[in-house]
């Protein structure tokens, strides 16, 4: 993303977990392919090129590889804002002489397309509202981002919001949420092993549908304001999932619970009803001794007393974490290529797992 503004002209800094940015050189408004493929957030410049500068030229985005996930509702919203839009030749072209405020309905609770909206509104003419906006923590902490810049958003955190545009955004300092699936992700490796871990720094109460998925396979966790401690169980306990929009079991643990419950006690199943194709770490987990079925965007897992050690890949960030926790819990050494996809998700995630004990490093290939 650094990479993608500074093409746009802005001057970046990144040091110390601080970014600073500042655009007020930015002259150029094309996103081009060789970044976008490879990471599918770039289409979030779309609103805000379209909205400050009028134009912009953003390429159809890549990033993991599973599934369509279109971007349909975006340009969708863009156009009611008043913007032109015309797909050619692999590239989003969006023109408009200033946007203009519209009611936007999203027939699903979308993530990208309600931060994508919020963005471009926020400098639109008159009145924007968006119903059925999405409701993750992420999406409800831009909105808050957005009004320390000077945006006028009214009832931030509900599925109507109101976006009252204004001339200019201004130069604002703010602090990052802790990344729930992170903290998440954690756990899950806790209790796919059996370990005991304190995760710090964390927000537990926006983990409560993956802290109760955990706990039903027999995991105890205690949570405060700030930090949870989880103790994995003895014997994992199979249960059943579904993902949903948010407060709901979040799709992106999907992959690393499919991990835990590999080893539970019976028959599980899970159901991603966000992302019908997100499974392309099943046939990786496979090949670790896993049995599982696939039926649609049904997974069912027969648990296993013990996984084996095998070369496998990662396809995208999750299946990559899921990756991981199930070569922690597993017999033997187990190669993961392509750890570039983690990368994108997580910060330094071998170094974190070798304080807590796993035996994992980093090699290159």
């Known amino acids: 993303m650094i990479q993608l503004l500074t093409m746009l ?35 979030y410049v779309l609103g805000p090129l379209v909205s400050a500068s009028g134009k912009a030229k953003v390429s159809l985005p890549g990033g993991c590889a599973w599934g369509p996930r279109p971007i349909d509702l975006h340009l969708m919203a863009l156009e ?40 471009a509104a926020a400098l639109a003419k008159g009145v924007t509202t968006i119903k059925n906006a999405a409701l993750e923590p992420e999406v409800t902490e831009l909105a808050k981002a957005l009004v320390s810049a000077g945006a006028k958003i009214e009832d931030i955190g509900t599925p109507t919001l109101t976006i009252t545009g204004v001339d200019e955004i201004q130069p604002f300092h703010y602090r990052v949420i802790p990344d729930r699936i992170e903290a998440g992700t954690f756990a899950a490796a806790a209790a796919a092993t059996g ?18 998925a955990l706990r039903l396979c027999g995991a105890e966790i205690e949570s405060k304001d700030d930090h949870l ?26 992959a690393q619970m499919m991990a835990v419950l590999t ?23 496979r090949r670790l001794g896993a049995t599982i079925r696939l039926d649609g965007n ?38 993961i290529s392509r750890v570039y996809h983690i990368d994108r998700g997580y910060e330094q995630i071998e170094k974190k797992l070798q304080r807590l004990g796993a035996r994992i490093e980093r090699v290159s290939a």
């Open 229 to 254: 401690d989880i103790k994995g169980p003895s014997q994992i306990e199979a249960m059943h999932l579904v993902t949903r929009e948010y407060p709901g079991f979040p799709t992106d643990m999907q």
């Open 263 to 285: 080893r539970a006690n019976g028959i599980s199943t899970v159901k991603d009803t966000i992302y019908p194709d997100r499974f392309t770490h099943v046939p990786e987990l």
């Open 9 to 43: 002209g802005a001057e970046t800094t990144f040091d110390a977990s601080t970014l600073v940015v500042d655009t007020n050189r930015v002259n150029r408004w094309e996103a081009p392919y060789d970044l976008v493929r490879t990471m599918r957030a770039s289409i």
């Open 195 to 212: 370990g005991r871990v304190r995760i710090a720094h964390c927000s537990p109460s926006q983990l409560d549908a993956v802290l109760d």
């Open 298 to 335: 049904l997974a069912v897992i027969a648990g296993v007393n013990s996984l084996e050690g095998a070369p496998v890949m990662a396809t995208d960030i999750r299946a990559s974490s899921a990756l991981i926790i199930a070569a922690l819990a597993a017999e033997g050494t187990t190669d």
């Open 80 to 119: 009611r804002l008043g913007a032109r839009i015309a797909l050619e030749h692999g590239y989003i072209n969006a023109s408009a002489r200033r946007l203009k405020g519209a009611e936007i309905v999203f027939p699903i609770a979308s993530v990208g397309a309600t931060a994508q909206t919020m963005m």
